[in-house]
């Protein structure tokens, strides 16, 4: 911004501007974080969520995370651009848009596993684990899906 535009600003327009420029620095991750949940049998449920999501050589992908967001585009953009308002309006903060992002496509994530369209279990994990329901097993992947805030290209808030 130009010298002379910013001498113009009044002290809500530089706070605004100060949080634009957060924004830039910061990011949200959302779905599982290596090393924070794992199954009973001590399999981590980043790779389990995986498995899942990309399928292996004998189960099919079931998509979970990339439905969220594909069959939620609308709903998503309606969302950002509310906290985009939010923001201008001087309510909320970067960090406040990147939590509340996670919160909300966190909440995207776990209604797609537990309803999602998904190819059926086969026979036998029916029979295993006593259930017909894909990507629903002891509840442990889809209570795991998180989000952190952090530094662009980094860990660290």
Same mark, same amino acid.
């Given at each position: ?16 501007? @100060?949080?634009?420029?957060?924004? %830039? =620095?910061?990011? !949200?991750? !959302?779905? $599982? *974080? ?12 980043? &790779?389990?969520?995986?498995? /899942? ?10 998509? $979970?995370?990339? #439905?969220?967001?594909? &069959? /939620?585009?609308?709903?998503? /953009?309606?969302?950002? =651009? ?5 923001? @201008? *309006? ?19 994530? *776990?209604?797609?596993? %537990? ?5 059926? /279990? @086969?026979?036998?994990?029916?029979? %295993?684990?006593?259930? &017909? =329901? ?6 442990? #992947?889809? *209570?795991? +899906?998180?989000?952190? +805030?952090? =530094? ?6």
């Amino acid at each position: 911004m130009a010298a002379k535009a910013k001498d113009k600003l009044t002290p809500d327009g530089e706070k605004f501007y @100060a949080e634009i420029e957060k924004l %830039k =620095k910061l990011q !949200v991750r !959302v779905g $599982f *974080q290596q090393g924070t949940a794992q199954e009973e049998d001590g399999t981590d449920i980043c &790779d389990v969520a995986m498995w /899942n999501e990309l399928g292996t050589s004998s189960t099919p992908s079931r998509p $979970f995370l990339a #439905m969220s967001v594909d &069959d /939620n585009a609308d709903k998503i /953009n309606a969302f950002l =651009k509310g906290q985009l308002k939010l923001l @201008a *309006q001087g309510r909320t903060t970067a960090e406040g848009i990147l939590k509340a992002i996670g919160v909300f496509q966190k909440g995207l994530i *776990q209604e797609k596993i %537990k309803s999602g369209d998904f190819e059926p /279990n @086969a026979p036998s994990t029916i029979a %295993k684990k006593g259930s &017909d =329901k894909p990507l629903i097993d002891t509840g442990t #992947m889809r *209570q795991s +899906v998180n989000f952190a +805030v952090t =530094k662009k290209g980094g860990n660290d808030k």
